[in-house]
Every structure is written in structure tokens, then in C-alpha cells.
């Protein structure tokens, strides 16, 4: 009874600040770290979204743009997915390395997954049955579906510094980082055009994850102030690479990026969320 009255509340605070504030933050991966750490910490009357939780550190926002251009197709039916190994997971795919190169590869290689055959690249690894999937897919897609028809969307984006980029599992040392970043920057300007063609008030706060101790120095060749402009934020955050167990520099990071960014969409804050 009292996990249903919760779930109750959960809803009635979600369908007041959709009415209350212009703008609606959701994130669109590319892995879960927005949803676990920014989100969950200050909207935690928001529900789970369609891209809170996939693993998509690879392709990103290609595939996002190419996902909800094509309406979902590929994504709701359970013969829209295959159970197979994603290359992160994948035995053999890399069989040498050098001195000067590394891999992206999970160290749990062989496990199997659901994965959209129409999206290889993309994986979800938090429902072992297909059904369980793909219900939970379409019940996120309809809402999806909504919010992209009925609101202001401010997106929420990050790619990462120790992931692959178009499935290149092997890097050099440095982790091959100009080349990311420059990949970083032009799918979010990208991505932005797109979203702008569905509602001219989109937005999209497109960040580059980096270790909590990285030289923020080395950066300032990006000038980042200067591509961000209308309707895109650009921004470097630095938290990866600390102990699991230590949430000193994520928290403290995503705290940054909600108030220098966020903060000021919210018109009437909710009680207890914090």
C-alpha cells in the first residue's frame, strides 16, 4: 500500500511540474550517468525515460536522431531483437595489442544481451526476458512519443572519454581523445539542427565526460563558449576515474551543471526533491 500511494505522489508531483515550468529535462544517455546522477538527484519525481538507461557510448546521438526520425521502428516488437553478444562484451574481436594501445573492451567478455537488430551498436542490460523489454520499451516510448508532441524539451547528453567511437574498441594511449571530442561537438550540432526541426525551443546540453584529475588546461583549444550558441550548451565535466564507492566529484559536478545550466528552467522547485 505504501509503495503504491509513493508511486501516486511520484506522478501527481511529475504532472504538477509539467505544468508548472516550460521546459521538460530529458536525458538521452549515452549511458546512465545522467539519469542516476543529475536526474535522480534533483527530478526525482520524473519517471524513467526511453534513453535514461541504454548503453548507446558508441554511436550516440546518431542513433538517437536516427531512432526517433524512424519512430521507434525497430524497438517494439520482440522480433526486433536478437540475444546475442554486443561487441563491447565480444570474445576474439580483439586479438593483438601494442605497447601504445588499449582496449574498451568490458572485462566481463561473453555475456549476452537483447540487441536491436536494427541497432547493433545499442544495448540494454536490464532485462534479462525479451517480453519484460520490450514491454517496458513501448510503455517509454509512448510517453516519449507525448512529450516530444506536447512540450519544450531541454535534452541532456554526455559521451565519454574511455568509450568507443563508430566501434573503434582499440585506442591509442591518450585514448585517441582530439578526434572523440571533435566527434562530440559535431553530433551534437547535428543532433540540435534535428531536434530544432521537431520544436524550434529545444534545446540540448551536450557534455564530455573526463577523469576528475584531467588537465582542464589542454582543453581550452575546444572554445567551447564560442560553438555553444541559440539553442546548444557545450561543456566538459570531470568525475570519471574516481573509486565507485566515491561520490565526491560527480556529485559535486553534476551540482555545477544543474545550476550554471538547469537550475533556472525550474520556475516553482518541489518540495523534498533534493
Not at 543529475?38 to 542513433?63: A, C, S, V
Not at 509512448?142 to 574511455?162: A, E, W
Not at 567511437?165 to 594511449?173: A, I, P, R
Amino acid at each position: 500500500m505504501k509503495l503504491f500511494i509513493s508511486a501516486i505522489k511520484k506522478k501527481l508531483k511529475y504532472a504538477t511540474h509539467s505544468l508548472l515550468n516550460r521546459e521538460l529535462i530529458i536525458s538521452l544517455g549515452s549511458g546512465c550517468d545522467i539519469k542516476i546522477f543529475l536526474i535522480n538527484t534533483y527530478y526525482k519525481h520524473y519517471p524513467t525515460e526511453f534513453f535514461d538507461y541504454l548503453w548507446n557510448l558508441d554511436i550516440g546521438l546518431d542513433y538517437v536522431k536516427d531512432i526517433i526520425k524512424n519512430d521507434f521502428e525497430g524497438l517494439t516488437e520482440e522480433a526486433d531483437f536478437t540475444l546475442t553478444t554486443h561487441k563491447k562484451f565480444q570474445k576474439n574481436l580483439i586479438t593483438k595489442l601494442t605497447e601504445k594501445e588499449l582496449s574498451l573492451q568490458s572485462e566481463e567478455l561473453g555475456i549476452q544481451h537483447h540487441v536491436a537488430k536494427r541497432y547493433p551498436e545499442l544495448n540494454f542490460m536490464h532485462y534479462p526476458e525479451i517480453d519484460e523489454l520490450v514491454k517496458s520499451f513501448n510503455k517509454k516510448i509512448k510517453r516519449f512519443r507525448k512529450i516530444l508532441k506536447s512540450r519544450n524539451v531541454h535534452f541532456v547528453y554526455y559521451r565519454q572519454f574511455d568509450e568507443p567511437v563508430q566501434s573503434e574498441y582499440v585506442n591509442n594511449s591518450d585514448y585517441n581523445l582530439d578526434s572523440k571530442i571533435e566527434f562530440w561537438i559535431k553530433e551534437s550540432v547535428d543532433f540540435i539542427e534535428f531536434a530544432k526541426s521537431i520544436n524550434k525551443r529545444n534545446k540540448l546540453l551536450s557534455l564530455f565526460a573526463l577523469p576528475y584529475d584531467f588537465d582542464k588546461t589542454s582543453l581550452e583549444k575546444y572554445s567551447l563558449d564560442e560553438k555553444s550558441k541559440n539553442s546548444l550548451t557545450l561543456d566538459f565535466i570531470y568525475y570519471k576515474n574516481a573509486e565507485s564507492s566515491d561520490r565526491t566529484y560527480v556529485d559535486a559536478e553534476m551540482e555545477r551543471i544543474h545550476k550554471k545550466y538547469l537550475e533556472h528552467t525550474q520556475l516553482k522547485p518541489l518540495a523534498n526533491d533534493r
